[in-house]
């Protein structure tokens, strides 16, 4: 009796061992599979990999033929390339750009029917909300009358004078064109363009607009008040020319 009692203690032990022999092995074996799965994924999948490189984005001139009001266009709608620029009128930058580079700019490309420019009135953000919001949707109400050009630059010419960024100031450059300085007084009056630029503010700061000037060519995101010289060799870039 005392053999047999021995011998099936003995044998329940064998039992055990043997049960953590499997466990063991179940464990073991997760383990090494955990490991292969992360040395995998940190190895790819053996194929060469390409290097990402920058994307263009279309995504404020489609927004801009989605929105024909929102914007102002001016070149051939066939033009090989397209330029968006998102300027604010108190940017310095901007009124540079605008003062001393962009009529040469548009003189050469978009005349001649190469590129076509599309402007989105814009205003950047501050402390106190968008402070040149006012600026920028009067000169929609400029673009009634046909004007924008001309008024888009002289309110930047009225930057550090007391008519910046004020309804006299905008009625004075209107009357100066020789603008129907009522009705657009009428237009200003009534907030007519204020949800436009809003809207419009959004949609630059989705496609990553955090400074101004900036330009997207052909979709290709260009910051800054470049040099006249850059700029031809991007745009001449883009032409194939």
């Known amino acids: 009796m005392a053999t047999r009692s021995r011998n099936k ?40 990999t390409a290097v990402p490189t920058p994307t263009r984005s279309l995504a404020l001139e489609d927004y801009c033929a989605a929105n024909p009001a929102n914007c102002v266009v001016t070149g051939a709608a066939d033009a090989t390339v397209t330029v968006v620029e998102v300027s604010d009128y108190g940017c310095g930058h901007c009124a540079n750009f605008n003062l001393n580079s ?8 978009v005349e001649s029917g190469q590129v076509r420019w599309i402007t989105l009135p814009y205003a950047l953000g501050g402390q106190a909300g968008y402070p040149t919001l006012p600026s920028a949707a009067s000169a929609l109400c400029a673009n009634e009358q046909g004007a924008f050009e001309p008024y888009h630059k002289a309110l930047f010419g009225i930057q550090g004078t007391p008519d910046f960024n004020t309804r006299d100031g905008f009625l004075k450059v209107a009357g100066n064109l020789g603008l129907d300085t009522t009705a657009f007084a009428a237009c200003y009056d009534d907030g007519r363009y204020e949800s436009t630029v809003s809207a419009n503010i959004q949609a630059a700061n989705r496609s990553g607009i955090s400074a101004t000037p900036s330009f997207f060519i052909n979709g290709q995101k260009v910051e800054g008040n470049l040099p006249i010289a850059n700029f031809q060799q991007l745009l001449d870039s883009e032409l194939g020319s």
């Open 102 to 109: 962009a009529d040469i700019l548009k003189a050469q490309y």
């Open 9 to 48: 203690r003995s044998a329940q032990k064998d039992e055990r061992k043997t049960n953590w022999v499997i466990i063991g092995g179940i464990i073991g074996l997760g383990v090494v599979g955990l490991f292969g799965l992360l040395f995998a994924s940190l190895q790819g999948s053996g194929a060469p």
